[in-house]
């Protein structure tokens, strides 16, 4: 069992930045994939990023390449989204997830076992 707890989001100027963190429970984080993904109201929740569990290989949505990149601490159970250059349209809730270890990465939502609250990301114009 896993259990995510995000931070970090809040109100911000287009252009601006924002590190989310989700802070895990277990000794397993370190081998499972992450992945963050957003909820706009009246949206299907959509990818942002992910990696697999040893934190070497990442992948990110096409409307975040660039400006988000996703990193790991497993010594502290911590997995970020820091997001720059923030646009109107990047404002949503933001969950992290996480599911066993694997050799790929997951895109799907469906694809995670375990979620975290959500926090929400506002960019204004």
């Known amino acids: 069992q896993v259990q995510l707890v995000e931070s970090g989001g809040g109100l911000v100027q287009a252009g601006g930045s924002l590190r989310l963190s989700c802070a895990a429970s277990?000794?397993?984080?370190?081998?499972?994939?992450m992945g963050w993904f957003r909820q706009a109201p009246g949206k299907e929740r959509e990818f942002v990023a992910a990696?697999?569990?040893?934190?070497?290989?990442?992948y990110y949505a096409n409307s975040v390449k660039g400006r988000f990149t996703i990193s790991r601490d497993n010594a502290k159970n911590t997995v970020y989204l820091q997001m720059n250059s923030l646009k109107p349209e990047d404002t949503a809730v933001y969950y992290c997830?996480?599911?066993?270890?694997?050799?790929?990465?997951?895109?799907?939502?469906?694809?995670?076992?375990?979620w975290g609250q959500g926090t929400q990301v506002t960019v204004s114009s």
């Open positions: 997830a996480a599911r066993a270890g694997a050799a790929r990465i997951y895109t799907n939502y469906v694809s995670y076992d375990y």
């Open positions: 277990g000794r397993t984080f370190s081998t499972h994939n």
């Open positions: 990696d697999i569990w040893s934190g070497v290989n990442t």
